[in-house]
Nanobody, 124 residues
Framework: QGQLVESGGGLVQAGDSLRLSCAAS????????MAWFRQAPGKEREFVEA???????YYADSVKGRFTISRDNAKNTVYLQMNSLKPEDTAVYYC??????????????????WGQGTQVTVSS
């Protein structure tokens, strides 16, 4: 059994920065692929960024150059640093984890564990 708990969301203005955290517990996620997804009202959940245990990361084109995923394996925590936020970044942000194997890192079905989400609202 494992749990993921996100924090750090909030209301900010366009151009501001936020750092989201995802604390994992209940099992060791150090070897897992960790990821962030987001879901805006009326839209499907979409991939944001993912990171392997080695530090290799993948990102969506929409956040390239603005968002950075990182992880601290000693703390069992993954972060999402979000800079130059835009109103279109407004969404509930979810942390996800998977032990890996076959599948695509940018697909929701690839992930076995999910957090409850944290709201990010960017005003113009």
């Amino acid at each position: 059994q494992g749990q993921l708990v996100e924090s750090g969301g909030g209301l900010v203005q366009a151009g501001d920065s936020l750092r989201l955290s995802c604390a994992a517990s209940g099992r060791t996620f150090r070897s897992y692929i960790m990821a962030w997804f987001r879901q805006a009202p009326g839209k499907e959940r979409e991939f944001v960024e993912a990171i392997k245990w080695s530090g290799t990361s993948y990102y969506a084109d929409s956040v390239k150059g603005r968002f950075t995923i990182s992880r601290d394996n000693a703390k069992n925590t993954v972060y999402l640093q979000m800079n130059s936020l835009k109103p279109e970044d407004t969404a509930v942000y979810y942390c996800a984890a998977t032990p890996g194997g076959g599948g695509n890192y940018n697909q929701t079905g690839f992930y076995a564990y999910w957090g409850q989400g944290t709201q990010v609202t960017v005003s113009s």
